[in-house]
């Protein structure tokens, strides 16, 4: 007590370091909306729609909650859950955040940066590893890193266009010389809808589109053929089957329409079934078109995002119609590639989408929730053939790409982290003791009310992922609507950080998160719904 007692001036000037730093955190944080108005160019922002009340502070993360300050509820700082994933990377919960932090303090003492081609250090070779166990098992045999997912793709379309000029007799008349005054044109096999980056050639390799439109990208000439595939969803507690125009079957044969579970939608005996016979018979028609229509351009790549398409508007795309589609190029030698980039790493509920398809790609991209949302890192994946077609006695027949941050020491270490955690079932809790698949983390009643709610349009249900679009008409619809803007502001003062695709909505959690946590989520979810609905009916006896 005579300690305590004498000191006393040193616990009170202490206390009043403390106060002093924590009021000048409470100021920076008031000023912070203002400043990062002037001086921030935020992405996939129209900054006149978000006035200053509306940017979000965040102070600090843990696990999937932000730390948000609010001013106007007198310097509160407040959780958020982030459902959206911090544009789908986050996976980690607030143990595995710590675990990441440690391991990667130590690899950036211990190497810093070191450069890769011709080196080995123990974080890339482990990670290279992994991903070949996991991943990779059973067709890739190499590991090329970069840094995002972007790169990932033009990466992949390099050494996809390769294989085929191998295969095909193309690259030996170049290496002899018989093709140097030819030009040689290649063109992507494609879906619309799908999504796959924002640089340049990423750009060509999908449909037109608001990320590709000449206000985004006028040297954009969209070098692909695109098909429209059909869709799942569920709406009013029921799977459903949505086909395009393009796909005219034979109307004696009735298609069945509707799957009594999500188990059916991914059966590998629907192959052998009429709609699989249709979808075989329309594949090969539109690929025989395209081979026999005389023009020079190669479809040297099948391009898909397996099962979602993410930033198309959450669509999940008929399982399938993208096996088939898959085993009629690889029969026609048109290499595969999968764009795992949002569905790699258990985001779907498996530690890759090829085991949900059934069938293998050639060539694949990974990052996002590969360093579990810590550090930039990507990865592709490929098969000995596509390594081969790149060998030879020139250092020109080399993949002649790279990246100064190839393979970071500090991302391969994140990634050896976060991959061996989220298959581990000590470490993630979700993991069924066989190792190879999520259990259901979305509430399957509280799923279907939604799905039957009248402003709801169609449900999306798989892994980590519960997307919905709203019923809208006219300008209402697709990516640059606001319909739902009200309802997110209400969803983020109850708790739930969200970002639209405009009347598309979603929640993401992680692989780690708890299925009671995301119960929640979908209660908040709804109840924000019912006022949401509220609200639009009393606005339309105003103005009737």
């Not at 007198?74 to 990441?100: M, N, Y």
């Not at 699989?276 to 025989?288: D, F, H, K, M, V």
């Not at 979700?430 to 009310?449: K, P």
Request: hydrophobic fraction near 40%.
């Amino acid at each position: 007590m005579e300690w305590f007692d004498e000191s006393q001036n040193v616990f009170k000037s202490l206390s009043e370091i403390m106060q002093s730093s924590y009021s000048e955190r409470l100021r920076r944080l008031q000023n912070m909306p203002k400043k990062a108005q002037n001086i921030f160019w935020w992405p996939f922002t129209q900054h006149g729609l978000v006035p200053e009340e509306n940017v979000t502070v965040i102070d600090s993360r843990c696990g999937e909650n932000f730390a948000v300050h609010k001013a106007k509820n007198h310097d509160l700082i407040t959780q958020q859950f982030d459902a959206c994933a911090s544009w789908w990377t986050q996976g980690p919960d607030a143990t595995l955040q710590v675990e990441l932090a440690r391991d990667m303090g130590y690899s950036a003492a211990r190497f810093g940066h070191v450069m890769f081609p011709e080196n080995v250090y123990e974080p890339a070779l482990r990670c290279a590893e992994l991903l070949l166990e996991g991943v990779g098992r059973g067709w890739a045999s190499r590991t090329f890193f970069s840094d995002n997912g972007s790169t990932a793709i033009e990466i992949a379309l390099k050494m996809a266009f390769r294989k085929f000029s191998s295969d095909h007799g193309i690259l030996l008349d170049l290496c002899n010389g018989n093709m140097v005054e030819k030009h040689i044109e290649f063109k992507v096999l494609a879906l619309n809808g799908s999504y796959h980056g924002d640089t340049l050639g990423a750009m060509e390799a999908q449909a037109p589109s608001s990320y590709t439109g000449f206000l985004q990208q006028p040297w954009y000439r969209g070098r692909g053929v695109f098909l429209d595939p059909p869709t799942v969803f569920i709406h009013s507690r029921t799977w459903n089957l949505s086909l395009p125009k393009s796909l005219q079957f034979d109307k004696r044969k009735p298609v069945n329409m509707t799957f009594s579970s999500q188990s059916e939608l991914f059966c590998g005996t629907r192959d052998v079934s009429d709609l699989g016979r249709s979808y075989s018979a329309y594949i090969s028609e539109q690929l025989s078109q395209l081979l026999e229509s005389g023009s020079s351009a190669h479809i040297g790549a099948l391009i898909l995002e397996p099962v979602i398409h993410a930033a198309g508007g959450m669509h999940m795309i008929d399982p399938l119609f993208q096996r088939i589609l898959v085993n009629e190029c690889q029969s026609r030698r048109i290499p595969v590639i999968f764009d795992e980039v949002f569905t790699g790493f258990w985001r779907l509920g498996i530690e890759s989408a090829a085991g949900l398809l059934g069938c293998l790609p050639d060539i694949a991209c990974y990052g996002k929730l590969m360093t579990g949302g810590m550090i930039p890192l990507a990865a592709i994946l490929a098969s000995d053939a596509v390594f081969n077609a790149f060998k030879g006695d020139s250092k020109l027949m080399a993949l002649l790409h790279g990246h100064s941050y190839s393979a970071h020491a500090m991302g391969c270490t994140a990634a050896v982290k976060a991959i061996q955690w989220f298959k581990d079932p000590l470490t993630n809790l979700n993991i069924t003791s066989e190792g190879r698949q999520m259990r259901e983390l979305w509430d399957a009643e509280i799923a279907s009310q939604i799905s039957s709610h009248p402003g709801v349009k169609r449900v999306v249900m798989l892994g980590t992922l519960f997307a919905l679009e709203l019923e809208a008409q006219g300008s209402d619809v697709g990516y640059a609507s606001m319909y739902a803007i009200s309802l997110l502001r209400s969803l983020r003062e109850d708790g739930i950080y969200m970002r639209p695709l405009g009347n598309v909505i979603y929640l993401m959690c992680g692989p780690c998160t708890s299925p009671r946590i995301c119960a929640e989520l979908l209660n908040k979810l709804y109840r924000g719904l019912q006022e949401f609905d509220q609200t639009k009916k009393e606005r339309m006896q105003y103005f009737c």
